[in-house]
Nanobody, 123 residues
C-alpha cells in the first residue's frame, strides 16, 4: 500500500554536497515520523536524522550542523541536504516512515522502508 523510493545518491568529493529525496507512493498517509538511516560496509544500520509531522527534528551527533532534514507533507516527500561531506559519510542511505493509529484503545503501528541509495564520498 505504501512504497518509499529514494533518489539523489552518487559519488561526491570530500567537502561537497548532495541532496537526497524520498517520495512515498501508493496509499496516502500522514506519517508521524520520517527519517533517514545509513549503513556503511561492515557496520550496523544507524539513525541519521528524523522529522515529525509537526516539523521537529533530531540528528545524529556526527552530522549535526552539516545535514538538514525537511519534508513537504502535501507531496509525502522527505529530503536530506548533506553539506561538507566526509569519507566517513559513505554508506547506503535508507528512507524510513512510521505511522501509528489508535482507535478505541487499539494501537496499530506501521513502519515502511525504502530500497536505499548509495552515497560515496571520495577523491
Amino acid at each position: 500500500q505504501v512504497q518509499l523510493v529514494e533518489s539523489g545518491g552518487g559519488l561526491v568529493q570530500p567537502g561537497g554536497s548532495l541532496r537526497l529525496s524520498c517520495a512515498a507512493s501508493g496509499s496516502i498517509f500522514n506519517f508521524h515520523v520520517m527519517g533517514w538511516y545509513r549503513q556503511a560496509p561492515g557496520k550496523q544500520r544507524e539513525l541519521v536524522a528524523t522529522i515529525t509531522s509537526g516539523g521537529s527534528t533530531n540528528y545524529e551527533d556526527s552530522v549535526k550542523g552539516r545535514f538538514t532534514i525537511s519534508r513537504e507533507n502535501a507531496k509525502n516527500t522527505v529530503y536530506l541536504q548533506m553539506n561538507s561531506l566526509k569519507p566517513e559519510d559513505t554508506a547506503v542511505y535508507y528512507c524510513n516512515a512510521k505511522h501509528t493509529t489508535v482507535l478505541v484503545s487499539i494501537r496499530r503501528n506501521y513502519d515502511y522502508w525504502g530500497q536505499g541509495t548509495q552515497v560515496t564520498v571520495s577523491s
